[in-house]
């Protein structure tokens, strides 16, 4: 019994003095000293406890910034889909083609701040002759080879566009357009919103609600075909 509390000892002995030669030994585990449990007393006792208590308040400190961020995302999502939402009813209480790609128009430039406004159609459509922002275009048009690829996915496309693509899009603005978000609208057409703001529209950037706007659209448009 006496051997073994000897020995006991003599390792704590070991270890403290091994700490002692380490003093940056927690930093590189903070997680152990989570699990110490020490007086809270004068001395050096006082200074660990003060690690670990500054230990919770980085771990609550990004805590809550990640609820923030969490929160801030959510309360985006619920004014994107109130406004998907309500771009839907105004396109189903449009009664002509014309009008209903008006109220596209203009709820993406003005609901979804979208600084230019564009959309290539596939077929003519009456009312909209000499409007700088639709244009007709067949869909085996050579003018549509750069959207292929677009036209294939059935996807929405964010970022920034190759010159050739915001010329045919945008016309004599093309050099206003930064970044862009595309919408394919199968057997209807492409629709553009363009961004003076070059960080506007990226790259891997949340596409769902682009998707459910233009399957509205789409749907809106097959009244008239």
């Known amino acids: ?88 009813l105004a396109l189903l209480r449009q009664t002509t083609a014309a009008d209903t790609l008006r109220a596209m128009a203009a709820t993406l430039a003005e609901d979804f701040q979208g600084d230019l406004v564009r959309i290539v159609g596939f077929r003519t459509v009456d009312g909209l002759e000499g409007t700088d922002w639709y244009q007709h275009l067949p869909s085996d048009s050579p003018r549509l080879a750069g959207f292929q690829d677009l036209l294939a996915s059935g996807e929405p496309v964010c970022g920034r566009l190759h010159p050739d693509k915001n010329a045919l899009l945008y016309g004599v603005r093309a ?6 978000a595309l919408l394919n609208l199968p057997g209807t057409g492409l629709v553009a919103v363009g961004s003076r703001d070059g960080n506007r529209f990226f790259p891997g950037m949340g596409t769902l609600f682009l998707r459910m706007m233009g399957e509205s659209l789409s749907a809106a448009m097959q009244r008239f075909a």
């Open 1 to 88: 019994m006496d051997f073994n509390d000897s020995t006991e000892k003599l390792g704590a002995h070991e270890v403290a003095a091994w700490l002692r030669r380490h003093p940056n030994f927690l930093q590189q585990f903070p997680d152990l000293a989570l699990t110490l449990v020490v007086p809270r007393e004068d001395g050096p006792a006082a200074s660990l406890a003060s690690y670990q208590l500054d230990v919770l308040r980085d771990k609550n400190r990004e805590l809550n910034r990640r609820l923030h961020e969490l929160y801030g995302n959510a309360q985006d999502n619920e004014r994107l889909a109130v406004r998907t939402h309500q771009l839907t």
């Open 175 to 180: 050099d206003e357009v930064q970044s862009s």
